[in-house]
């Protein structure tokens, strides 16, 4: 679990080094467009599974609410997949509105990679109920 926890640490702060040097050499400004990096990194870190541990698991179980639609052996619909648009959603109008701000085009196209994922995912999960 430690080797884990480490591995993912390290990333994140090779991550965080890549986007301080991106800062740096930066033409263009920050603003509201920046944003939208931002909330797609946030969508991104609340649907990924660090090892068993998964955080947007973890903020609906604070709020008492499932993360699984059967949550007696966590199969049929992850309700993460709502949570992280919650942010992509925004990030991707955000991007649009503001294309000539630092990070306004890279969370655009990352946020509308995982909505459209999470739009082919509902499909199928919608085909798989209505099947039976």
């Known amino acids: 679990m430690f080797s884990i926890m480490?591995?993912?640490?390290i990333q994140a702060i090779v991550i965080l080094l890549i986007i301080f040097e991106m800062l740096r050499k930066n033409r263009k400004k920050i603003g509201w467009g920046s944003l939208s990096l931002l909330l797609s990194l946030l969508g991104m870190v609340v649907s990924f599974e660090f090892g068993n541990?998964?955080?947007g698991d973890q903020l609906l179980s604070f709020l008492g609410l499932p993360?699984?639609?059967n949550s007696v052996d966590n199969t049929r619909f992850h309700y993460t997949i709502y949570l992280s648009s919650i942010f992509f959603i925004p990030s991707l109008i955000i991007g649009?509105?503001?294309p000539k701000e630092f990070g306004a085009t890279i969370g655009k196209r990352v946020s509308s990679i995982y909505l459209t994922l999470i739009i082919i995912s509902?499909?199928?999960?919608?085909i798989s109920?209505?099947?039976k």
């Open 6 to 9: 480490l591995t993912y640490s």
């Open 53 to 55: 541990y998964i955080l």
């Open 67 to 69: 993360a699984w639609s």
């Open 96 to 98: 649009y509105k503001n």
């Open 122 to 126: 509902l499909l199928f999960f919608i």
């Open 129 to 131: 109920i209505f099947s």
